[in-house]
């Protein structure tokens, strides 16, 4: 009796391994892409090099990356993830700029593409007409306001108020219901936030003194709506972080963060900053918002560059208000990947783009350039650097035996130091007009620029196309004519300063001590040094495309002629001067093949080669490729090509 129930346990527990083991081996695939912005190619090989980026190292060695990536004109943030979303280029996806001019309205209005709907469709949405499962989080071009996106679907939501250093006037609290003991006088402050496109509401702080020290020391403080202290107030003490939801309508949960700001012991001496009010857009099955919000809360605000410059904030706290933003994009996305279970994920993170915009110190010409401030601002960018770095490994150690993981950019950057003005120059040259009060004279003016990054669309007013469109077709194609001819030839003062002409020739040994002489950099370095130690002016439209006859950018949204600038310029939307220095740091837009510009490409997982290097690789063949490991055929109008090279046979 006892042996054939031992043979029968022998089996069934040989029967139950192989059924396990069937299941591991047919376990769900997920393919999940991650898009950093502005993330560079050279930077993050160098900070590979230095040992500073661990996971990224770790996904290149046990995976396939693209030496020199490249990706679409112009190269900025929404038609790059839009080509990486389609496969498309602009002239199908019609995102042709970050904001562009619509035909058939005045020639001034502007759209921006993060709040447009792409003109075909992304491949969350593809792979879910083939019934597979999708989730995208802040993802450029899945904005659920624009239509119905992946069946799990997180965005940006609404900016309710902006951040703000508050002042605290203290005095003795009346009327409040708490438990806590307070060795002195509980002391009350009051201030107010007026919500955008609702009433004002009032908030309240309690001052505790805790500690039985026979002293004036207060050390614990309460933020409240209604005196009441209870589990939905934010308590905090000492140097916390406190966080305060707030209602809003439309159903919408928002909130935002606080710290109190000190100089002395006294409650005079208190300030508080708190960052702006802002919301999340999510869409997806019932229940889903309301598991989100219950598990993260609400969606904090990006970053806060204008806390740190006005000095409201240290260095640090600008670094955990934006490392707060990416935990809680990479926590969610781990959450849905674990939870819901989709076949594709799609998330994005901006921290590199912005801090590269703000501090990309590298040319002598830059504003405020010294070796010094070069170095701080290196560090600031080697954070962001690490961030996403933190972030991959996040999901790295998620992945199963199936899984596939896909690390992009849409662009690289490059430092900026003049600020150049195309609509200026329209002005000077009678192609713009103002009216007395200094606007836009749209009745009387022949063409207008609608700029971003190193790129600008020039709008011809033609007639029956405009809104009040004045050109008839023959003067229209004169006019575009003259505007060719006058970007074309246009020049601007150089700055003959020594250091310019040190940068070079330092940058010309270094590269070659190094082994990274390519023919581009020698003959771009001879050229700059020809330009700035010899010539007085230099001409900063690289570009200047008309787009009827290029067939890469036959779309409504271009301009008559799409500009693109040299190294080292930014387009302006003003009219007031043609230069002057860059307000931005960084920059991009400009041709693609720059080396600053180009993208990164990193894949690993389930049937991916390890310690693979592949070379011709664009933002087109992002999706494609996509579509491939999903077991999907990719629509017709995708353009670029599955990469083959990255597989295993």
């Known amino acids: 009796m006892f042996r054939k129930m031992k043979v029968f346990l022998i089996a069934f527990g040989i029967m139950t391994n192989i059924g396990v083991h069937n299941v591991n081996a047919a376990e769900k695939k997920q393919v999940i892409l991650i898009s950093f912005d502005g993330m560079r190619n050279d930077l993050t090989k160098k900070f590979v090099?230095?040992?500073?980026?661990?996971?990224?190292?770790?996904?290149?060695?046990?995976?396939?990356?693209?030496?020199?990536?490249?990706?679409?004109?112009?190269?900025?943030?929404?038609?790059?993830?839009?080509?990486?979303?389609?496969?498309?280029?602009?002239?199908?996806?019609?995102?042709?700029?970050?904001?562009?001019?619509?035909?058939?309205?005045?020639?001034?209005?502007?759209?921006?593409?993060?709040?447009?709907?792409?003109?075909?469709?992304?491949?969350?949405?593809?792979?879910?007409?083939?019934?597979?499962?999708?989730?995208?989080?802040?993802?450029?071009?899945?904005?659920?306001?624009?239509?119905?996106?992946?069946?799990?679907?997180?965005?940006?939501?609404?900016?309710?108020?902006?951040?703000?250093?508050?002042?605290?006037?203290?005095?003795?609290?009346?009327?409040?219901?708490?438990?806590?003991?307070?060795?002195?006088?509980?002391?009350?402050?009051?201030?107010?936030?007026?919500?955008?496109?609702?009433?004002?509401t009032s908030y309240h702080?309690?001052?505790?003194?805790?500690?039985?020290?026979?002293?004036l020391n207060y050390d614990s403080f309460v933020l409240s709506t209604d005196k009441v202290v209870d589990e939905t107030d934010a308590k905090i003490s000492g140097n916390m972080w406190g966080s305060m939801p707030v209602k809003v309508k439309d159903g919408?949960?928002?909130?935002?963060?606080?710290?109190?700001?000190?100089?002395?012991?006294?409650?005079?001496?208190?300030?508080?900053?708190?960052?702006?009010?802002?919301?999340?857009?999510?869409?997806?099955?019932?229940?889903?918002?309301?598991?989100?919000?219950?598990?993260?809360?609400?969606?904090?605000?990006?970053?806060?560059?204008?806390?740190?410059?006005?000095?409201?904030?240290?260095?640090?706290?600008y670094e955990e208000v934006s490392t707060r933003f990416t935990d809680w994009v990479s926590d969610v996305s781990i959450y849905i990947k674990q939870e819901y279970k989709p076949d594709l994920l799609m998330y994005y993170a901006p921290q590199i783009d912005h801090e590269q915009h703000e501090f990309l110190l590298e040319d002598p010409r830059q504003p405020g350039y010294t070796e010094k401030k070069a170095e701080e601002n290196n560090e600031y960018i080697e954070w962001s650097y690490k961030v996403a770095d933190s972030m991959v490994g996040q999901m790295m150690r998620k992945l199963k035996a199936n899984d596939q993981l896909f690390v992009v950019s849409d662009h690289g950057m490059e430092p900026a130091h003049t600020t150049i003005e195309p609509n200026k120059i329209l002005l000077d040259e009678g192609y713009l007009k103002l009216t007395d009060d200094g606007k836009v004279d749209v009745k009387e003016s022949k063409a207008y620029a609608v700029a971003s990054g190193s790129s600008a669309n020039?709008?011809?007013?033609?007639?029956?196309?405009?809104?009040?469109?004045?050109?008839?077709?023959?003067?229209?194609?004169?006019?575009?004519?003259?505007?060719?001819?006058?970007?074309?030839?246009?020049?601007?003062?150089?700055?003959?300063?020594?250091?310019?002409?040190?940068?070079?020739?330092?940058?010309?040994?270094?590269?070659?001590?190094?082994?990274?002489?390519?023919?581009?950099?020698?003959?771009?370095?001879?050229?700059?040094?020809?330009?700035?130690?010899i010539k007085d002016e230099v001409k900063p439209f690289e570009k200047i495309i008309e787009t009827s006859k290029n067939r890469m950018a036959k779309h409504e949204n271009f301009g008559d002629l799409l500009i693109l600038t040299g190294e080292g310029f930014i387009v302006g939307q003003g009219h007031k001067k043609v230069t002057h220095p860059a307000?931005?740091?960084?920059?991009?837009?400009?041709?693609?093949?720059?080396?600053?510009?180009?993208?990164?490409?990193?894949?690993?997982?389930?049937?991916?080669?390890?310690?693979?290097?592949?070379?011709?690789?664009?933002?087109?063949?992002?999706?494609?490729?996509?579509?491939?490991?999903?077991?999907?055929?990719?629509?017709?109008?995708?353009?670029?090509?599955?990469?083959?090279?990255?597989?295993?046979?």
Not at 587 to 604: C, I, K, S, W, Y
Request: with cysteine; charged share 30%.
């Open 205 to 215: 702080m309690l001052a505790i003194d805790s500690t039985d020290d026979h002293r």
């Open 252 to 317: 919408e949960y928002a909130g935002y963060y606080f710290k109190l700001k000190s100089s002395g012991e006294s409650l005079s001496q208190i300030k508080m900053y708190r960052t702006a009010v802002t919301s999340g857009s999510i869409q997806g099955p019932r229940g889903f918002s309301e598991d989100i919000h219950k598990k993260f809360g609400f969606f904090p605000v990006q970053d806060d560059t204008k806390a740190l410059v006005n000095g409201w904030i240290t260095r640090k706290e």
């Open 49 to 200: 090099k230095e040992g500073k980026l661990p996971h990224i190292k770790k996904l290149m060695k046990q995976g396939t990356s693209a030496t020199r990536s490249r990706t679409i004109t112009p190269s900025l943030t929404a038609p790059s993830h839009a080509a990486i979303a389609t496969g498309a280029r602009p002239r199908e996806t019609g995102f042709v700029s970050n904001q562009w001019h619509e035909e058939g309205t005045k020639l001034t209005n502007k759209n921006n593409a993060f709040k447009q709907e792409l003109d075909v469709s992304p491949i969350w949405k593809e792979a879910r007409k083939s019934g597979k499962t999708t989730a995208t989080i802040i993802f450029p071009g899945a904005n659920p306001k624009t239509g119905e996106q992946a069946d799990y679907t997180i965005f940006y939501g609404d900016t309710w108020a902006q951040s703000k250093l508050e002042e605290l006037n203290f005095i003795p609290a009346q009327g409040w219901e708490f438990e806590e003991t307070s060795y002195s006088e509980p002391q009350e402050a009051k201030f107010n936030i007026d919500l955008e496109k609702m009433d004002e």
């Open 458 to 533: 020039i709008y011809v007013n033609l007639e029956d196309r405009e809104k009040g469109g004045q050109l008839k077709e023959k003067e229209y194609i004169k006019t575009k004519s003259e505007l060719i001819k006058l970007f074309k030839d246009y020049e601007v003062p150089v700055s003959k300063e020594k250091e310019t002409v040190e940068f070079y020739v330092d940058e010309l040994f270094d590269r070659f001590s190094n082994d990274k002489l390519t023919g581009d950099f020698i003959s771009k370095a001879v050229g700059e040094l020809n330009t700035y130690a």
């Open 583 to 649: 307000e931005e740091l960084g920059t991009h837009g400009g041709d693609p093949n720059r080396e600053a510009l180009r993208p990164v490409f990193f894949a690993m997982g389930s049937g991916i080669k390890k310690g693979n290097l592949i070379h011709s690789v664009t933002n087109l063949d992002v999706a494609p490729t996509l579509y491939h490991c999903l077991a999907i055929k990719a629509p017709k109008f995708v353009e670029g090509q599955n990469l083959k090279g990255i597989f295993q046979k």
